[in-house]
């Protein structure tokens, strides 16, 4: 009978050990089965937002967006600080934990600031915010720093569900570089994991749906990010768990992505240039080692779009993105077909017809929440990366960068060596077929630019003429919109008398030039392939 006992007892041993590995897995893949999409507050309001400010955040996505898809709505920064006159990013604390002293209740965990965030009185906590959004149809997150509370570890708080007391957990050394309000954990001592308990099942009763933990991966705290997913599992309610900042390191994809829903491969990005040609290296390192699946998304951080830096963070004025309009094309050409979260960084109220092209383009959405099979076919200066559709073995997408500093410039891809011979091929940004191509296809693409395209064997369209005038290409009308190449495109004679003007597109989808309609043609600049859009004057 002994050794029947011990038997049992090695077995049972076993599979306990072996048995949160699966849990861990189990809940992460449950959530965020394709990469999320929605809105954080950094990027425009640094540590200031207030509730009023992410009502009209709420308010716009609910009205334009939640329809393509975005759905989160998530406060970052230092929500439970006032705001401290002049400081526009990170107000560490000054002696004795004040300016700013942190809402925090007799657990050490914190709380919405109550100036901020008036419907957080009387306890409430983010219960209403949450219940507002979750009443327009979206979802809820938070950010929170590693660690516990510097307030806590002064008040040696009681932590709930255990004997432990803030002291014997917190680790002083352990501390932030760019913001001094928490410390470290041990997470070999008794109450580290009941106070991450406690504070998560704070957030649930709070209905959050999502968690940005900061400070987590970069150094990587593989101890701590076990300590919050399980932290999680136990609360009751599904969330999102998402790390930051970047870059987590390659090593460690099989554990982040045991635990984490999405992790930062960036530092905090910013509207530069440099910062988005440096990401190509990046993304393309994590294409070969973890692709996203369901539930789990290597993040390259949020995109600085729109109306940022409202109140910081950056510490120079509110303005516009500066990246340009071929940039931002490259961004979220970058971002789709790598399949990242798709989180938008400014005041949504504020977007411009510009901004909203971008995010609301259904079918380069689609490329993102459904491309498989992320690959880079070229790389260097003008690459070109591809995913596959999950419906269809017949349906491909690629993407064309062009790094360079010089443009436009034709970048070719091989059509063949793709398995998508004879294929018809669609601009995803402009929404028109540009013809069928038998072994290669060739854009122009503008300097920093991009463009993106859907391939479909099986469909043909009559291919654009290369002698004498630019042809209508019919099987291509799409709203009134014509394939043309040469340096003249011929009106039909069914559109010359509606007093139309044309719009004339880039084959990448920049809008180049608006021009008159003279004796029945419009003259194009160059020999390459255009869209040409007929209106009238006053619609766009």
């Known amino acids: 009978m002994t050794r029947i006992v011990k038997k049992i007892v090695m077995i049972a041993c076993c599979f306990l050990s072996f048995y949160p590995v699966n849990l861990r897995a189990a809940a992460a893949d449950s959530i965020s089965l394709t990469p999320p999409m929605g809105w954080n507050s950094y990027d425009c309001y640094c540590y200031t937002v207030n509730e009023a400010q992410v009502k009209a955040n709420t308010d716009y996505m609910a009205d334009s967006l939640k329809k393509l898809g975005w759905q989160y709505i998530v406060i970052d920064y230092i929500w439970s600080a006032p705001i401290v006159p002049g400081v526009k990013w990170s107000p560490n604390q000054g002696p004795n934990f004040t300016n700013p002293h942190l809402n925090m209740d007799q657990n050490g965990r914190l709380l919405p600031d109550t100036t901020r965030f008036p419907s957080a009185k009387g306890g409430n906590g983010f219960k209403p915010i949450a219940d507002y959004i979750h009443g327009k149809g979206l979802k809820f997150g938070i950010h929170v720093m590693r660690g516990i509370p510097r307030q806590a570890w002064a008040a040696n708080s009681p932590i709930l569900g255990s004997t432990a007391k803030a002291k014997d957990v917190a680790v002083t050394s352990d501390t932030c570089a760019w913001l001094n309000h928490m410390y470290g954990f041990d997470m070999t001592k008794t109450g580290s994991q009941d106070y991450l308990n406690s504070i998560l099942n704070l957030y649930a009763s709070w209905n959050v749906d999502f968690i940005k933990v900061d400070d987590l991966s970069r150094p990587y705290y593989a101890d701590e990010i076990v300590g919050y997913r399980t932290a999680i599992n136990q609360c009751g309610r599904p969330m999102v768990f998402s790390t930051s900042p970047g870059k987590t390191p390659l090593a460690e994809s099989a554990h982040v992505s045991q635990n984490a829903n999405q992790w930062r491969l960036l530092e905090d990005f910013w509207d530069s240039w440099a910062a988005l040609d440096t990401a190509f290296n990046i993304l393309a390192s994590w294409t070969t080692m973890f692709q996203g699946v369901p539930g789990h998304w290597p993040d390259p951080d949020m995109l600085p779009m729109g109306a ?6 950056t510490g120079d004025s509110p303005r516009n993105t500066n990246f340009t309009h071929d940039e931002q094309y490259t961004l979220m050409s970058l971002w789709s077909i790598f399949r990242a979260p798709l989180i938008f960084g400014g ?8 901004t909203n092209s971008l995010i609301m383009n259904s079918e380069v959405i689609k ?13 260097g200066n003008l690459p070109v990366w591809a995913s596959d559709s ?9 993407a064309l960068f062009n790094r360079t500093e010089t443009g436009p410039t034709s970048i070719s891809v091989d059509l063949n060596a793709l398995g998508m011979k004879n294929s018809l091929v669609r601009n995803l940004w402009t929404q028109t077929n540009v013809g069928t191509f038998a072994t290669t296809f060739s ?22 003429s290369n002698q004498g005038a630019a042809r209508v290409q019919s099987p291509a009308l799409v709203n009134k919109t014509f394939v043309a190449t040469g ?12 007093s139309l003007i044309a719009d004339i597109y880039t084959s990448s989808g920049r809008l180049e030039q ?13 020999n390459g392939v255009y869209f040409v859009k007929l209106r009238p004057e006053s619609v766009r």
């Open 443 to 464: 854009s122009s693409i503008n300097k920093h630019g991009a463009g993106l395209f859907k391939l479909t064997t099986g469909t043909t369209m009559a291919q654009p």
């Open 487 to 498: 340096n003249t495109f011929l009106v039909p004679a069914a559109y010359r008398d509606l």
């Open 390 to 398: 999950p419906d269809s073995s017949n349906v491909k997408y690629v």
């Open 308 to 313: 940022l830096n409202k109140y910081g963070p």
């Open 514 to 526: 608006t021009r008159a309609i003279k004796n029945g043609a419009v003259h194009l600049q160059g």
């Open 347 to 354: 005041n949504l109220p504020e977007n411009d017809a510009f």
């Open 367 to 379: 490329v993102d929440q459904k491309g498989v099979n992320v690959r880079v076919i070229t790389s």
